[in-house]
């Protein structure tokens, strides 16, 4: 039997999408997501919940929705969730529960810090891409 790990989420930006690229010149890109949730309880009073979800692209996907993404957007996306860990320079534990997208959709309107037009771009153009610090590769650990 097939084994499945995918995540949907339909949400706001909380911030701006922050993009840095590894020592190999590969893009990744890592914002949060703010899913809400509504419900009355037993008493008939309204609740509200925010979940607040992290999410990392990779590669062109990255660079795409660094140039697209801001903070407000409403976005759909798809992904897997990932779970990591390291030891800081202190020796500290740390454990990080994230969503790895591989796709994602823009839901509104907004319009974007670098370009007037909320669609993603062409196949005819390349989102301007211009330098970020480094950070470790996909497969190892990111403690950002």
């Known amino acids: 039997m097939?084994?499945?790990n995918k995540a949907t989420l339909i949400?706001?930006?909380v911030k701006d999408p922050e993009l840095k690229?590894?020592?190999?010149?590969t893009a990744v890109v890592s914002f949060s997501v703010?899913?809400?949730?509504?419900?009355?309880d037993a008493s008939g009073v309204k609740k509200e919940e925010a979940t607040f979800h992290r999410v990392t692209a990779w590669s062109k996907l990255?660079?795409?929705i660094s140039q697209y993404v801001?903070?407000?957007?409403?976005?759909?996306?798809?992904?897997r969730i990932?779970?990591?860990?390291w030891k800081d320079q202190a020796g500290a534990d740390h454990y990080m529960t994230e969503i790895v997208a591989d796709e994602l959709i823009l839901l509104d309107n907004k319009k974007t810090s670098q370009d007037a037009t909320p669609s993603f771009p062409d196949n005819q153009n390349e989102p301007d891409l211009t330098p970020s610090p480094q950070v470790e590769p996909e497969n190892e650990e990111m403690p950002f």
């Open 2 to 4: 097939k084994n499945l």
């Open 11 to 13: 949400g706001n930006v």
């Open 21 to 25: 690229y590894t020592p190999q010149g």
């Open 34 to 40: 703010a899913t809400n949730r509504d419900w009355k």
């Open 62 to 64: 990255a660079e795409i």
């Open 70 to 79: 801001v903070k407000g957007s409403k976005v759909y996306l798809e992904g």
């Open 82 to 85: 990932s779970n990591r860990t």
